[in-house]
C-alpha cells in the first residue's frame, strides 16, 4: 500500500466533504429564497488497480444534483402579481437581452417602465391576448414578449355584444296604433328601459328599449341612441335632421304561452324560422367608424309572465379610456388589466414550459433555469392544461430546502472531513517514521 496514495485518497476524501458543505451552505443560505431547489452532493468511489497483496486506494469523486422536480410550499401574499405554480411547469421570463430563462420564482412586480419583473429582475413573459385567445408555440419561444402594463393604459374598446333580459307583463294591453318601430310623434309603447354601450373613442352611448305589445304573446323590441331624441320622447332624429332610421333596430318576438319564455328572435309572420336567433342587433354608424359598429344582444332570457314590467341586469362589453388601477392573473394564466372604470380586459396570457429530465436543468444566477441536452427540449403550454399545472395568484412557492435535515448533512459532513484529516495525518506520522529509519 502506498502511503502518499492513502494521504492523497485522505485528501479527496477531504475535498469531496468540502463539497458536499458548499450545497449544504448554498441550501441553508437560500432556504428563504422564493422557488429555490436545493441543491445535493452525491459521492462516486474511485478505484485503482491493486495487485496480490497490495492494495492501491482510490478517492472519491462528487456530482452536484438539483431537486427541481420537488415541489415547494405555496405561502399566500396580498400581492396579486405574486405567482406560484402548483404542479408541473416554469414560468418563462427573460433577461434585459431578452434571452429566455425558466424559473418557479415568481415574485414579479411591476417596474417604472410597466414590466413585471421577479426580485432578480427578469422579466415576466406571455402571449399579447387579441381579440381571440392565443395559441401556444409548443417548441419554441417565438411569440412570446415580455408583460408591459403601461402599454394598456388610457384604451376604449367599442361594445360589440352584450344581453339584456326583462320580463314583460302579459297582461298588458297590445298596442293598436303607431308603434316605436315606426318612429312617429304618435308612437305608443308598452314599457322602456335604457342600456349603457361604448363608441370607438370610448365615449358612453344610451340606448333606449322599448317593448310594445303588439298582439298575444308578440311584442316588438325596438332601440334607439338617447341622444338622438325629440325632448326625450319621439321622433328620434339624427344629426341631419332626417328620423334615425340608420340606428333604429326592431325585432318582433313570439312567447311561447305555455312556458311564457322566447321561442323566437326576428319573428314577422307565421312559425318560427329554424335556428332564429333571439338577439337584437343595433347597427350604429354614429361615431364614423368603418364599418359601422354593431352591437349584439342576447335576448334568449326575456319572459312573459302576469306581473309588472322588470328589466334585468343589463351587462354590454366595452370599456372607456380610463387608467389601469390593478391586474389580476387567473389560475389559467390570463392577465386581466382592471381599469378605474370598472372595465376589465385581458391583456395577455401566460404560458408555462417543462422538460423531459427537469432535473437536469442547468441552474443559473437569480433563480432561473437554462435547458440542457441531457434536460430535453422544451415543451410550451397554458396552465391547467395537459400536465402544466396551476397558476395561483397572491402567493408564493417557498424553498424545498428542509432545514433540520440540512443541519444533519452538515454534521455528518464534519464527523467525516474530520475522519479523513485523521487518515491524513496517520499517514503523515507514518511518512515521519520512514524519514526517521534514515537517521
Do not use: C
Request: aromatic share 8%; net charge negative; hydrophobic share 30%.
Amino acid at each position: 500500500m502506498s502511503i502518499f496514495g492513502t494521504m492523497k485518497t485522505a485528501v479527496s476524501g477531504m475535498n469531496a466533504q468540502a463539497n458536499r458543505l458548499g450545497t449544504v451552505g448554498d441550501n441553508i443560505a437560500n432556504s428563504s429564497t422564493v422557488g429555490y431547489k436545493r441543491a445535493s452532493t452525491a459521492f462516486s468511489s474511485l478505484v485503482l488497480p491493486s495487485t496480490q497483496g497490495s492494495y492501491s486506494s482510490g478517492g472519491v469523486e462528487t456530482n452536484v444534483r438539483y431537486s427541481i422536480s420537488e415541489q415547494g410550499g405555496i405561502q399566500y401574499t396580498t400581492s396579486n402579481t405574486d405567482l406560484a405554480i402548483q404542479g408541473e411547469g416554469f414560468f418563462i421570463v427573460s433577461d434585459p437581452n431578452g434571452s429566455p430563462y425558466l424559473t418557479r420564482a415568481g415574485s414579479f412586480q411591476k417596474d417604472s417602465n410597466g414590466y413585471l419583473v421577479n426580485t432578480a429582475g427578469y422579466q415576466l413573459m406571455g402571449y399579447p391576448y387579441g381579440s381571440n385567445p392565443p395559441a401556444a408555440v409548443v417548441n419554441g419561444f417565438n411569440g412570446l414578449e415580455a408583460i408591459n402594463i403601461n402599454d394598456f393604459g388610457l384604451i376604449s374598446s367599442p361594445s360589440s355584444q352584450g344581453s339584456f333580459p326583462a320580463n314583460l307583463n302579459k297582461e298588458a294591453t297590445a298596442v293598436t296604433g303607431d308603434t316605436p318601430g315606426d318612429n312617429l310623434a304618435t308612437s305608443a309603447y308598452t314599457n322602456k328601459s335604457s342600456l349603457t354601450g361604448y363608441d370607438h373613442a370610448g365615449a358612453k352611448v344610451l340606448y333606449d328599449f322599448y317593448y310594445t305589445k303588439i298582439d298575444d304573446n308578440t311584442w316588438e323590441v325596438t332601440v334607439f341612441r338617447q341622444d338622438q331624441s325629440t325632448n326625450g320622447g319621439f321622433p328620434y332624429v339624427g344629426s341631419d335632421g332626417t328620423p334615425a332610421t340608420a340606428i333604429k333596430s326592431t325585432s318582433t318576438l313570439r312567447f311561447d304561452p305555455n312556458t311564457n319564455k322566447l321561442v323566437a328572435g326576428n319573428y314577422n309572420a307565421g312559425p318560427p324560422p329554424t335556428g332564429s336567433d333571439k338577439q337584437i342587433v343595433i347597427t350604429d354608424p354614429t361615431d364614423g367608424a368603418t364599418p359601422a359598429q354593431t352591437i349584439t344582444i342576447d335576448l334568449s332570457d326575456m319572459t312573459q309572465f302576469a306581473t309588472a314590467f322588470t328589466p334585468g341586469k343589463g351587462i354590454i362589453d366595452g370599456n372607456s379610456p380610463s387608467p389601469i388601477t390593478d391586474v389580476q392573473i387567473g389560475g389559467d394564466g390570463v392577465v386581466t388589466a382592471v381599469y378605474q372604470d370598472g372595465g376589465r380586459r385581458p391583456i395577455y396570457q401566460l404560458a408555462l414550459a417543462t422538460v423531459p429530465a427537469i432535473d437536469k436543468l442547468q441552474p443559473q444566477n437569480g433563480n432561473v433555469y437554462l435547458p440542457t441536452n441531457d434536460s430535453g427540449v422544451v415543451t410550451i403550454g397554458f396552465p391547467t392544461s395537459g400536465a402544466f399545472g396551476q397558476i395561483y395568484s397572491g402567493a408564493l412557492e417557498s424553498s424545498n430546502v428542509d432545514i433540520a435535515n440540512e443541519l444533519t448533512e452538515m454534521i455528518e459532513s464534519q464527523r467525516v472531513y474530520t475522519a479523513n484529516s485523521k487518515v491524513f495525518q496517520t499517514g503523515s506520522d507514518l511518512m515521519d517514521v520512514l524519514i526517521n529509519l534514515k537517521r
